[in-house]
C-alpha cells in the first residue's frame, strides 16, 4: 500500500488529504482543512499542521506516507521546490521543498495550485487528454492538461491569460499593465469595485438595481472572452471554471454559458466550436487542488499514476466525455 | 534511399519541393513553384504538375516517391484527407487524398498549411520543443509545436486565435462575430482599409501622412496583441511571424518587436516574459511550408523523422535557442 499527501495552500484555508496510490485501492483516507498562517513559518507550519490533522484521522504519523506534493499560488518552480511571489501568503521567495524537507521523510514536490487544481480536475472529470482549467480566484490564470500532460511553456508562464491586457486605457494592473483581464473578472478587482458600489458578489446576479446589473454584465462578458481566449488557443474538450469569484457568485457559470450560446447563435464558427456545450463549473467541495497536489507529489517519485483514482469520479457522478489516458506529470 | 514530395498551396502559388528523408542525405533536391489554379479540378491539377515539374529536375517521376504531404489553407481532416471550406482555392469541400490517390502510387498526407508551416518553421529555426507559428496572411491564424507535436485540439481548432473577438463594435468578421483580431491584422481586411485610403502596405511603415500612421499603428498594436496572445497561452520559446502581410509590409516585425520592447518597459511581468526577445520573421524565400508537408507526408508513411533536415538550416545560417529534441508528428 502506498499513501500519498497532497495539500491545497490558498490565501485564507490549507486543506490536506491523504490518498492511497496502489491501483487496487479507493482515493481519498482523510480530508481536513485549517486556516492558513501567512509567511515563511507560517506557511511551513500550515502544512504541518493540516498535514498531522489529516494524517491523525487514520490513526497515522508523516512516516506512513510515500510522497507529499503541494500546490500553492505564485511563481512555482517544481524542478528546485520555490515558490516566489505569493502575496496573498505573504511570501517573496521561499525554498518550501527544502523546508519541509526536514519535517517529512519522503520525496516533496511543489507545484502551481492552479495547475494542481488542473490536474485534479482532469482527474475527476475523467478528462485527461484536453481539458482547460481556469481559476478566477484573486487573480486569473489558468491550465491546461494535454495528453495527460501539464502544458507548462518554456518559462512555466503558459496559461498566465490573467494578463491579457485588452484595453490600454482600462484599469491598472499588479502586473503593470494596463485593462488586463484580471482587472476585469479576478476576484480581487472585482470585489473592490462592487465595495465601491455597496454590492455584493454572493447575490450579484440577484441583484436588478442598475450599477448591479452593469457590473454583472461585464463580469459575464469578460469570463466569456476568458473562455474563447482558451478555446481558440487549445480547443480543450472542456474547459473547467472554478475558484472564489465562480464559488461565490452562484449562477456565474450559467450566466456565462448562455452568453457564449447567444454568441454562437451569430456566429457559424462559434456554433462549430460549440463552447457552451464544453463549459462547465468545478465541482464544489471536492479537494480538487489537494488531489491534484497529491498526484503531482506522487508522479514526483517516478510511480505510475494510480489508475483507480477514477472512483472518487464514480463516487460523485461527474462524467467525462469519453474514456481517458492515462494521466502523466511531465 | 527515401524521397519525399512536400507541397505548399496557396491562393496565388503552388510549390513544390522533392527532399531525400534518409538520415545520412542531404535537404532540398529540388523546388519548383507555379500559379495556383482554383476550383477542384484546378487545385488538384496545379498540385500534379507542380510535383512533374519538381521531379522533373532530378530527371525522376512520380514512381520515385515514397510519401506526399500536401499543406493549404482551410480546414483539413488529416484522418481522411478532406479540406473543407478553402475559399480562396474556390474549395467549399474536396476528398483531397482520395482525388491525388490517382495519381500517385505512395501515401499521401493533407495537412493545414498553417500548421504545415509551423513545423516546417519548427525544423528550420531548430526549435521543434515549444515553436508558435503565427500567418499573417488574408487571414489570421497560428499553429504551436509542443514537445515536436502539433498542438490540434479536439477539433483542430487550436490556434484559429484570429476569430479572438475583442471590440463587439468593431468590424464584421466573416465569422459572423465583429471586431475578431482577423479584421484588425488580417491581410483581407488591411488590404481593403489601405485601399480606401489610397495607401500601399508595402510601403507603409515609410509613408508619414497621419492616416499611414494610424493604420500602420493600428497594425503593429493589434500584431503585439497577437504575439501576447500567443505567449500567455503557450509560453513557447519561439513566436515566429509569416505570411503575406509580414512578407510585404517590410520592417513590420521590427515595428512590432519594439512596440513589445516599449511594453516590457512599464511591465515587470511582460520583462519578464521578455517576448521581444522571442519574436523572430520567417526566413523569407524558404520553402517552410512545402518542407512542413513533406515532413507531415514522410510521417504519415509510419517512418522516423529524418536527422539532418538540420543540414538545411546549417545551410541558411539559422540558429535556434538551444539543442532539439526529434520532431514527431501525432
Redesign the interface.
Known sequence: MGLSLGLDVGGSKTRAVVVRTETAVGPVLADHHRPTQSGPSGVVDSILQASDQALDQLGLDRSALDSVGVGLPGLVDPERGLVRQAANLGLVELDLAGALSQGFSCPIRVENDVKASALGAARLLRQT??LTYVNVGTGLALATV?DGRL???????????G????NPGGPRCS???RGCLETVVGGGAVSQRLADLGLDLADLLDTTSPPARHQAARLVSGLA?VV??A???????LIVLGGGVIATAVGLTDRVRQRLAR?ER?????A??GLSRRLVELPADQPVGALGAAEVGWAGVGRPSPSRWLDLADQIGTTGPKPDRPLVIA
Chains 1, 2 share one sequence.
Do not use: F
Request: proline content about 5%.
Open positions: 487528454a484536453q494535454l502544458l507548462r511553456g518554456q518559462a512555466n508562464g503558459a496559461g498566465e491569460i494578463h491579457l491586457s485588452l502586473c503593470g499593465q472572452t474563447r481566449v478555446a481558440l488557443a487549445y480547443d480543450p474538450a454568441g451569430r456566429s457559424p464558427l462559434l462549430h466550436l
